[in-house]
């Protein structure tokens, strides 16, 4: 028989816990729920579970708290969930070592998928699938990590070194949520102020693989946090 | 009840606040004594003990030192400041250390000695003048001071004594205090003590005791004392009736000159004025002579004038040649009572024989008039004498004058050398050379080829035309009187040509002055905007004095920098916003004063900083660059002058902006209410609907199909999404509502914002058909985005919401010039014409239709505009020619940041 993965959420509202348990434990999870930062810090340490769901708004300790106590000894994913308007909240837990974020209010098959994606790039299995990963594919986009070549329909398609390494960094983390600051550290090293850099490089790299770059549909934008590469083609 | 009472009373804000900003200024109380010794210091500290002890904080900011060892036994108990040490020629001075007082705050400070002078470095020259800081900070303070040191006694003392007093203090600081106490003994008892050594060591004692401390002088320093303090308690009874009395009886006017005797004059005005409980004016007279004043001379005139200032009178400038006709123009306009005149003995030169003298003149002009003569030191010789080297200096040899002059008398000469020939009589030739010298004196600059032009026509005369000719020899009898005359003559024309001269040179100065400050008022009237003020009076004063001036319309106390304007080979902002300039600008901010270079105050600033005020309140301060030497009176009046102008013109802004504001906040308020009123309204209905299909569910659930289930569920589900929508419509109004100038903007790339938003339209509509088209070229706009995809999500929605299902909606993106332009266009009905002047309203006038059918037909859109006015952009909409609507709207590619 399978071993459910178990879901830890730290959320104070109640009606949305409840929402989320069921949603969850239709889907096959095993669901445990905490109602403040201290009842989720414990139960995190006797549980050990496979994923959190952290609320950043509690009661009695502020979230990104949470989240650094957590990340002291541990990778186990965390999913921050937050309202709209605030992006300096999200962009600070996320480089507080957040796996991605959700905002409320969501709907089922959003929850879901993110869940999916933190769970693929928990540590666990990230190590497998790191070494046989020599090819990324999405849609009509492909990357080749050895030759360093793109293809789109099959096509090469010449990008600058710059370019090719956004791409790279994109891909390798498909699904998730890369801060600008992240970017520009991964990228350009230095903690300076390349935002202007980054959105032209970005801007030319949609011209040269998304069929419209005012509708992308392999790197989307998260307004005022960073940029998703997609893991799969949206419908529509 | 009990709860409440933590939460802050809101009048206790207010008031702190208030007190915050106009504190109630501290009270002073003197210790007032006829020589040292008499025991002010012991009474002063005897009294601080008591109020010690009745709870009042109380701190010994300075006592001096040589102390006798009673009253420091008085200090026992007492917090004292410790002194700031001040290296001072190699000498270690210890001085009050102001700034600790004020910032430790005490209720009562006790400062020994009010007339000290401080040691150089220090903020203030005076102590008197740190005194006023402290009451300016709301602190009371007890002092001790002598009667000597009082300024308008300063010469009386002088004349008993034979002892100069240099430290003075300014007699308005002894009648700011609220409570003089005056501590008396008898002199025999005084003397006694200094021979006991009590006061100064013995040695010291002794040369006390043979200059200063005789019984004499001790008894005369006591009446006037005693007299000094009975004045002050008379005055105060009298208080209420003397303030209508001023304006109704006496009024004085002393006029002051170059003289240093005229101190004197102004410090006996100043007493005059003080018993007769009048007002008091001190006049200056510009006249054609202040030119050649020397550097020493214009320092006194200054120095004059800030004395009489110090002491409270009201200063005039006035300008014209004969002083005396000035002074009673002057008089009678302002309904003068008494005139002070200074007089000097030794005027024994020729000229005063003939000339009036000045009293006589005033006496004659004004006959209602007393006139006080005030005797003149023996000083006054000293400083006659260089005047006249002055007007030997004033000639100077030009080559354009010789020759006018030379070509003058030539063209006389030979006119009448024809007049000779015509055998006109010598009389009429006699009345050429006069023209001629009269053309000369009007011609050249000065006395000089006047007198010259006089002597020499004389002598040509004498030469041609008189028997025997060609000889300097006059035969006939009465020629020798023709010539005095003819000199006569020529010399009072000259001499009047050339006062006409000066005076219509001073009248053109004044003139220019007026004209400019009717120039700089008539522009200031018509300029708006704080800026603009300063950018214009900035301009001025760089043009007219030609130095650099630095205008600060905030108080510079966390350092902001002020408005230079930076005038040729002068210093620039560099050093003027160098933060110990902001120090000193600060410092007139909060005590109202000019301070800085050619002041007692700071005087080591770079530059002379006065304030603007109106209505007892700061505008702004203003500093003029001495990077070339001090400034002078007249700068300084003239500054004054512009000074007045430009903080009425200040107040005006301020005023007006006020206005402007309680504009926009009642025009928030009623948008805010509008909005309110809308949304309530609008909320109900979507929650209705919620309440309703949820409690049938839980209510009937197993009556009911599973279609009408499922229909419900999903009733609840498309109101809770438009409720969802209409929050985050609201927060992104609450966003800008905040403060709509604080938009925090941030360059986007536009192409990324119609992502975002078509990417959410499309999670939302996902049946929807959506073309975007985007600009090869990459574009990059300040905005805020959150807000920017907010306003694009809701023209999207509109435009899904009323044009049919399967026909296509376009978002395109473009650039227009310096803009960028993002349009929403679809295929759908259009917006009737009527209801377009109101699309963006929020409602309609004459709304038929009940309120319950249109849910919120406008509030997104109200929004939209709200958004993109924010962004400095413009929201518009316009039906397309062959069907459906489009809204546009532009950014600006380079905004305020």
């Excluded at chain 2, 900035?538 to 319309?553: A, P």
């Excluded at chain 2, 609008?682 to 009556?703: F, W, Y």
């Excluded at chain 2, 996902?766 to 995809?789: A, N, R, S, W, Y």
Aim: charged share 25%; glycine share 6%; hydrophobic share 40%.
């Amino acid at each position: 028989m399978d071993i459910k993965p178990v879901v830890l959420i730290i959320e104070d509202e109640e009606a949305i816990c409840n929402f989320i348990s069921a949603i969850l434990i239709s889907n096959d999870y095993q669901v445990i729920k905490a109602k403040t930062g201290k009842e989720g810090l414990s139960l995190f340490t006797s549980h050990v579970p496979d994923i959190i769901l952290l609320d950043l708004g509690l009661p009695d300790i502020d979230g990104v708290e949470i989240l650094k106590n957590i990340r002291q000894w541990s990778k186990t994913p965390v999913i921050v969930v937050s309202a709209r308007g605030h992006e300096r909240e999200k962009v600070a837990a996320l480089d507080f070592g957040a796996d991605d974020y959700i905002v409320k209010p969501f709907g089922t098959s959003e929850l879901l998928a993110r869940i999916r994606t933190a769970m693929r790039h928990s540590p666990q299995s990230a190590t497998a699938e790191a070494l046989g990963d020599e090819v990324f594919i999405v849609g009509k986009l492909e990357i080749d990590y050895n030759k360093r070549v793109v293809y789109k329909d099959g096509e090469k398609i010449h990008l600058t070194p710059i370019e090719y390494k956004l791409l790279v960094l994109l891909s390798k983390n498909a699904g998730k949520v890369l801060t600008h600051d992240f970017i520009i550290r991964e990228i350009w090293g230095v903690y300076t102020d390349e935002s202007h850099t980054l959105r032209v490089n970005m801007a030319n790299i949609r011209r040269k693989i998304e069929e419209n770059p005012g509708a992308p549909q392999y790197i989307l934008t998260e307004m005022g946090v960073g940029y998703r590469m997609v893991e799969e083609l949206e419908e529509g | 009840m009990e709860l409440f009472d933590h939460r802050p009373d809101p009048d206790a804000i207010l008031e702190e606040i208030q007190t915050h900003r106009d504190q109630r200024p501290g009270r002073l109380k003197i210790f007032f004594g006829y020589a040292a010794g008499v025991g002010k210091t012991y009474a002063m500290l005897d009294d601080a003990q008591e109020r010690l002890k009745s709870g009042i904080g109380v701190l010994v900011g300075y006592i001096e030192p040589h102390t006798r060892p009673e009253t420091m036994q008085k200090l026992h108990g007492l917090p004292v400041l410790p002194p700031k040490t001040v290296s001072y020629r190699k000498m270690e001075l210890k001085e009050f250390d102001l700034d600790k007082a004020l910032e430790l705050k005490p209720e009562l400070i006790l400062v020994d000695e009010l007339a000290h002078t401080n040691a150089e470095g220090g903020r203030n020259k005076k102590r008197y003048q740190d005194i006023e800081e402290l009451l300016g900070a709301g602190i009371d303070v007890y002092t001790t001071v002598n009667v000597q040191h009082m300024e308008s006694l300063n010469d009386v003392i002088e004349n008993i004594t034979k002892v100069q007093v240099r430290e003075t203090v300014p007699d308005y600081i002894f009648d700011r205090a609220e409570k003089i106490e005056l501590v008396d003994i008898e002199p025999d008892e005084l003397l006694r003590r200094l021979e006991g050594g009590k006061i100064y060591r013995s040695d010291r004692a002794e040369t006390a005791m043979q200059n200063f401390f005789t019984q004499e002088n001790l008894r005369l320093l006591r009446e006037i004392a005693l007299r000094c303090a009975a004045d002050k308690i008379s005055s105060e009874n009298q208080s209420e009736r003397s303030l209508s009395d001023k304006m109704a009886n006496t009024k004085l006017l002393v006029c002051i000159g170059a003289s240093p005797s005229s101190a004197k004059c102004i410090r006996w005005t100043a007493r005059a004025a003080e018993a007769f409980h009048a007002s008091w004016a001190a006049l200056y007279v510009e006249s054609t002579e202040s030119e050649e004043l020397t550097a020493q001379q214009q320092k006194t005139i200054r120095e004059n004038l800030d004395l009489a200032e110090k002491l409270g009178a009201e200063l005039v400038n006035l300008t014209g040649h004969d002083i005396a006709a000035t002074v009673s123009e002057y008089a009678k306009l302002s309904g003068i009572t008494n005139i002070v005149v200074g007089k000097s003995r030794n005027k024994k030169t020729l000229k005063n024989l003939f000339d009036m003298d000045f009293e006589d003149k005033l006496i004659s002009l004004l006959p209602n008039i007393e006139i006080h003569i005030i005797p003149g030191s023996v000083a006054k010789r000293n400083y006659k004498k260089p005047r006249k080297k002055i007007k030997y200096d004033r000639f100077h040899f030009t080559w354009t004058d010789t020759v006018k002059t030379l070509s003058i008398l030539g063209g006389a000469t030979l006119l009448s050398f024809w007049l000779h020939k015509l055998n006109i009589m010598n009389q009429n030739i006699i009345m050429v050379y006069i023209f001629s010298v009269l053309l000369v004196s009007r011609m050249t600059e000065g006395y000089w080829y006047g007198i010259i032009a006089s002597a020499v026509s004389v002598l040509t005369f004498n030469f041609f035309f008189t028997e025997p000719y060609f000889t300097l020899n006059a035969i006939q009898s009465g020629y020798p009187l023709t010539f005095v005359i003819m000199l006569l003559v020529a010399l009072i024309t000259s001499a009047l040509t050339v006062r006409m001269k000066a005076e219509a040179r001073l009248a053109v100065r004044r003139e220019h002055r007026t004209e400019i400050l009717y120039e700089i008022n008539k522009k200031l009237l018509a300029t708006r905007g704080l800026d603009r003020i300063v950018d214009l009076t900035n301009d001025y004063v760089v043009k007219l004095f030609e130095r650099s001036v630095i205008f600060f319309t905030t108080d510079p106390e966390h350092g902001e920098n002020g408005e230079v304007r930076q005038a040729a080979d002068d210093i620039g902002s560099d050093v003027l916003n160098f933060a110990d300039e902001k120090a000193v600008a600060h410092w007139v901010f909060l005590n109202q004063k000019r301070a800085g270079a050619g002041t007692d105050t700071l005087m080591g600033a770079a530059a002379f900083y006065m304030p603007l005020i109106s209505q007892g309140k700061v505008l702004a301060v203003w500093g003029i660059s001495c990077g070339k030497g001090n400034l002078d009176h007249n700068t300084r009046l003239f500054l004054r002058m512009i000074a007045s102008q430009v903080a009425m013109a200040l107040e005006r802004q301020h005023l007006s902006d006020e206005q402007r504001n309680i504009m926009v906040e009642s025009e928030k308020e009623k948008m805010r209410s509008t909005l309110l009123r809308a949304i309530s309204h609008d909320l109900r209905t979507p929650l209705a609907g919620i309440l309703g299909a949820s409690s049938v569910i839980r209510e009937n659930g197993k009556m009911l199909d599973e279609n009408t289930q499922g229909s419900l569920i999903a009733n609840i589900q498309e109101e809770s999404q438009w409720l969802i929508r209409m929050v985050e419509n609201l927060l992104s109004v609450t966003r800008l509502n905040e403060d709509a100038s604080n938009l925090k903007k941030s360059p986007e790339a536009a192409e990324e914002v119609v992502g975002e938003a078509v990417s959410r339209i499309k999670r939302r509509f996902p049946q929807c058909k959506i073309l975007v088209h985007v600009p090869e070229e990459f574009l990059e706009v300040p905005m805020d985005g959150t807000l920017i995809v907010q306003v694009l999500i809701n023209l999207l929605e509109n435009a899904i919401k009323y044009s049919p299902a399967d026909s296509p909606i376009e978002v395109r993106l473009e650039r227009e010039g310096t803009w960028a332009r993002f349009e929403v266009m679809d295929r759908g009905r259009g917006i009737p014409n009527e209801d377009l002047p109101y699309l963006f309203t929020g409602y309609k006038p004459n709304e038929s239709r009940s309120a319950d059918s249109s849910r919120g037909m406008g509030i997104g859109l109200s929004i939209c505009k709200t958004i993109v006015n924010a962004h400095q952009g413009n929201l518009e909409a316009e039906n397309r020619k062959d069907g459906g609507t489009i809204f546009r709207f532009t950014l600006p590619l380079k905004g305020s940041e």
